[in-house]
C-alpha cells in the first residue's frame, strides 16, 4: 500500500482510537493521538486555551516530520476545526503520501455509553456534553470526501471497510 496521512474524525466515544489502533496494526501506520499531547500541556499547567491550540500544532509539526521520513500516519483527533484537512491534505501532497478521512458515527445513547465507561485523559470528555462541537470560532462539520464507519459493527468489520478505503478509495 502507498504511504498514506489518515484523519480520523467523529464526536468522542465514536470509536476513532480503537479504529485507529486497528489500522496501525494493519498497516504498520504510526497514530498520532491529539488527546495525548493535549494531556500532556495540561498535566504542565498549560491553560485550556493554550493546551488546545498547542496540541494541534504539536499534531501537525510532528505529521510532517515523520511523513518526510516515510512513515504512513493515523492522525487521532475528533477534526472539528475547519482548518485540519488542509492541513493534513497539505503534508500529505508535500510529501508524495495520499489523503484519507474516516468519520466515525454511533448513536448518542452509544456515545454516552462509551464516554462514562472510559478512564479520560485530562483533555477528554467524561460524558456528553451539552454543546455544539460546531459552534466554537473556527468549528466546522466536514464537507470533504470521506468514509463514514459506524462503530457499532465489529472492529474488525469496520477495519476492513476502512483497508478497502485507503487501498481503493472506497469502503
Not at 497514530?31 to 488546545?52: P, Q, T, W, Y
Request: aromatic fraction near 6%; proline fraction near 8%.
Amino acid at each position: 500500500m502507498r504511504r498514506f496521512l489518515l484523519q480520523m474524525a467523529g464526536m468522542p466515544g465514536s470509536g476513532k482510537s480503537t479504529l485507529a489502533r486497528a489500522i496501525s496494526e494493519a498497516t504498520g501506520a504510526i497514530v498520532l493521538d491529539k488527546d495525548v499531547i493535549k494531556s500532556a500541556a495540561l498535566n504542565s499547567g498549560a491553560e485550556e486555551a493554550l493546551a488546545a491550540p498547542l496540541a494541534y500544532e504539536v499534531l501537525f509539526d510532528l505529521a510532517a516530520d515523520l511523513a518526510r521520513s516515510g512513515h504512513s500516519l493515523v492522525l487521532d483527533s475528533p477534526a472539528f476545526f475547519a482548518s485540519i484537512p488542509g492541513k493534513g491534505s497539505g503534508i500529505a501532497a508535500e510529501t508524495g503520501a495520499f489523503y484519507r478521512i474516516i468519520e466515525c458515527v454511533a448513536p448518542e445513547a452509544v456515545l454516552a455509553k462509551r464516554l462514562s465507561a472510559r478512564q479520560p485523559m485530562p483533555s477528554q470528555w467524561g460524558a456528553l456534553l451539552p454543546i455544539d462541537p460546531y459552534g466554537r470560532p473556527g468549528t466546522a462539520p466536514l464537507s470533504q470526501p470521506r468514509l463514514e464507519v459506524d462503530t457499532t459493527l465489529p472492529v474488525s468489520d469496520c477495519l476492513a471497510r476502512s483497508l478497502a478505503y485507503l487501498r481503493d478509495g472506497q469502503g
